[in-house]
């Protein structure tokens, strides 16, 4: 599937917002979008700012953006055409199994392909025709935000991955590549740089799994397919494939040559600091004849709910190790990232506290867990707090764990350069303390009625 499958169910589903209105990519798009976050916002006439020098001033082809594809549960679902309640399984099923794409000879992605990557020339192919926005006053350039970076490692073959990108020049953009992780690992092992292909505009299915971390040599475009088809072409000038399906692709390879990154708006909705990372030369770009460019607001809706929702399936599998789990939800309350809530149904004394043992294995950056029973709505913040006020007791159902490796994003955790971050972990077992009465801790609940009846007589 695609992007432009997507917009056209959003549509005729009534969540779409399109905006005709003429916006400028540089501050006032991010504003806008921000203000409307938890929809998919289509803006179709994007204009650039004359008064910024080149390469800052973008959007000079008038291509339309979307924003906040991503940004509900509901819209995963409605694309990946299974329920709500079942995006879980699906993603827990793809990740288990994941199918191999097929390759075809030709796709949408290369409809147009300009090798002719001229700095001096603006109408080529130069990075400042795409609508690539500037979010904030004190970022220090535009930032292609909702790529996703193909690479392939000698060792373990391709890794799919999201790499915030800063535009350095018209053909030149500075990626932002953590530690350690399946970019960077293979990029270390290059003398002459990393071919790369970033994939902008994709299938929802594309970003779920360019989100995940499946354990090394697992091709995250076989979770992709698993999830929806997501055929793929061979590139123009690098040897690696892409979805066909995509609107633009930048093809590229990663060099050594570093220079300051940030600073720029995280997931945790702070700032993350400047650091000194790769620059990525584009020596080709390749789209679609009507294509369509998509962005993604850093710390809102969409980046929350794809760094948070593939770790939930793997939170599930570790704690349906321990004990019966019935759901996982991570919160955007914490980030997304830092705070789970995990239902199960208790057929033991200790089953509370080894799933919140097992939620912390199975999500390493998790700093707050609640377990509760599956009479609670994990999504629903008002009820897990009632289940904490009706059914925890401190001294008895408090887990504290002291002095654990954290995750780098948290910015009261302890940092040291060079060395993992380390923090204290917190888990609460909410669940019903083991042989009591049930019935004395259920919520008791007005019987429904249909108030239109009442408020139309
Ligand atoms: C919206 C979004 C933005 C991300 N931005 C970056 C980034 O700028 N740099 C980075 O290294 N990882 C980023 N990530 C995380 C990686 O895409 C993710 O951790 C990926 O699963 C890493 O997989 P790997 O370990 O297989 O490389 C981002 C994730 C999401 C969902």
């Avoid at 702070?270 to 710390?299: F, K, N, S, W």
């Avoid at 897990?384 to 002291?402: G, H, K, M, S």
Wanted: glycine share 8%; proline share 8%; hydrophobic share 40%.
């Amino acid at each position: 599937m695609s992007l432009r499958h997507f917009i056209e169910q959003a549509r005729q589903a009534g969540y779409l917002i399109e905006i005709h209105r003429e916006v400028s990519p540089h501050l006032e798009l991010a504003r806008v979008a921000a203000a409307l976050d938890g929809k998919p916002v289509l803006f179709h006439l994007v204009t650039p700012t004359p008064a910024l020098p080149r390469p800052f001033r973008t959007g000079e082809g008038a291509i339309p953006v979307l924003v906040g594809a991503g940004s509900a549960r509901e819209y995963y679902a409605l694309d990946l055409g299974v329920p709500t309640e079942k995006l879980l399984s699906t993603l827990t099923d793809a990740l288990a199994h994941p199918r191999t794409p097929e390759v075809m000879a030709s796709g949408p992605c290369q409809e147009i392909v300009e090798h002719d990557v001229d700095p001096s020339t603006l109408l080529r192919a130069n990075l400042g025709r795409l609508p690539i926005l500037t979010h904030l006053p004190t970022d220090r350039a535009p930032y292609i935000t909702a790529g996703v970076a193909i690479i392939r490692d000698p060792d373990h073959g391709r890794n799919v991955s999201f790499h915030r990108l800063m535009v350095t020049g018209p053909r030149t953009v500075a990626a932002r590549i953590v530690e350690g992780r399946g970019t960077d690992t293979a990029w270390r092992k290059t003398q002459d740089g990393l071919p790369v292909a970033i994939c902008i505009g994709n299938s929802l299915a594309v970003l779920l799994a360019a989100s995940m971390s499946p354990p090394k040599g697992v091709d995250e475009l076989g979770i992709a397919n698993a999830m929806s088809p997501t055929p793929l072409v061979q590139c123009k000038t690098i040897d690696l494939q892409v979805p066909a399906e995509t609107e633009i692709v930048l093809e590229g390879h990663i060099t050594h040559t570093l220079t300051d990154e940030g600073p720029f708006l995280d997931l945790t909705e702070t700032m993350d600091y400047v650091r000194q990372q790769p620059i990525i030369e584009i020596d080709c770009i390749t789209h679609r004849q009507d294509a369509i460019y998509q962005a993604l607001l850093p710390g809102k809706l969409e980046h929350k709910l794809l760094m948070g929702m593939p770790k939930e399936p793997t939170i599930y599998a570790a704690v349906s190790e321990v004990c019966e789990c019935r759901d996982v939800a991570i919160t955007p309350g914490g980030t997304s990232w830092l705070h789970a809530v995990v239902s199960i149904v208790k057929r033991g004394p200790d089953d509370g506290r080894k799933a919140i043992e097992a939620a912390f294995k199975g999500h390493g950056s998790l700093k707050h867990v609640v377990v509760v029973d599956d009479d609670i709505n994990l999504h629903d913040p008002a009820e897990v707090e009632w289940a904490i006020a009706t059914r925890f007791q401190a001294d008895r159902d408090l887990v504290v764990l002291a002095d654990q490796p954290g995750s780098s994003l948290d910015p009261s955790a302890a940092h040291v350069p060079g060395q993992k971050t380390r923090t204290a972990k917190m888990g609460l077992d909410a669940t019903i303390p083991w042989g009591a009465k049930r019935q004395e801790y259920e919520k008791v609940r007005y019987e429904g009625v249909d108030v239109r009846e009442y408020r139309s007589a």
